[in-house]
T-cell receptor, first 115, second 113 residues
């Protein structure tokens, strides 16, 4: 079956612009995660959804970052007033349920470059 | 503050030999540990995991060892194959936020034919 998909695969934007990154999880997965991977680092947790609600958004770096999952499936990560430091690969993952024993399946990521 | 540390950025081994990747952690609340493998331009894929109640878990050529007292785990790949060349991430969860994975920086494994 289809895995986690993310669009766009690459996004180049200018400092100060607004961007939206989309994640399509595996069908039926109720848990969805966003991570950010900067150059030379491992993925860092941003936010976790269980269904439509954000169960934990403690990893969002500041209020320029926001994510939604209105119907409990597709999620959109939104970044306002982008800064050069936002440049990274944004990874989305989904699992059948929350919790560590349920494997998180990752998408290929969106590479965001802020000029 | 890195809670999960992979101190070797890279490792090179010959095909057929053993690859040993190491990982240390500082948060004693972690109780579940995972290894992910990542190829370029792809997302990480789950490889193997271990719960803190165990000290070893084996799956085919892959074995993970956990030493809780030393807060150390390792991944052994025997025998190593060229297709194993990838970045390997150690990850941990637990301590109340048991859905959130904390990753190390990764180790680039190169298996030479």
């Amino acid at each position: 079956g289809a895995g986690v998909s993310q669009t766009p695969s690459n996004k180049v934007t200018e400092k100060g612009k607004y961007v939206e990154l989309r994640c399509d999880p595996i069908s039926g997965h109720t848990a969805l995660y966003w991570y950010r991977q900067s150059l030379g680092q491992g993925p860092e947790f941003l936010i976790y959804f269980q269904g439509t609600g954000a169960a934990d958004d403690s990893g969002l770096p500041n209020d320029r970052f926001f994510a939604v999952r209105p119907e409990g499936s597709v999620s959109t990560l939104k970044i306002q007033r982008t800064e050069r430091g936002d440049s990274a690969v944004y990874l989305c993952a989904s699992s059948s349920r929350g919790g560590p024993y349920n494997e998180q399946f990752f998408g290929p990521g969106t590479r965001l470059t802020v000029l | 503050d890195q809670q999960v540390k992979q101190n070797s950025p890279s490792l090179s081994v010959q095909e057929g030999r053993i690859s040993i990747l190491n990982c240390d952690y500082t948060n004693s609340m972690f109780d579940y540990f995972l290894w992910y493998k990542k190829y370029p331009a792809e997302g990480p894929t789950f490889l193997i995991s271990i719960s803190s109640i165990k000290d070893k878990n084996e799956d085919g050529r892959f074995t993970v060892f956990l030493n809780k007292s030393a807060k150390h785990l390792s991944l052994h790949i025997v025998p190593s194959q060229p297709g194993d060349s990838a970045v390997y991430f150690c990850a941990a969860s637990g301590g109340g936020s048991n859905y959130k994975l904390t990753f190390g920086k990764g180790t680039l494994l190169t298996v030479n034919p």
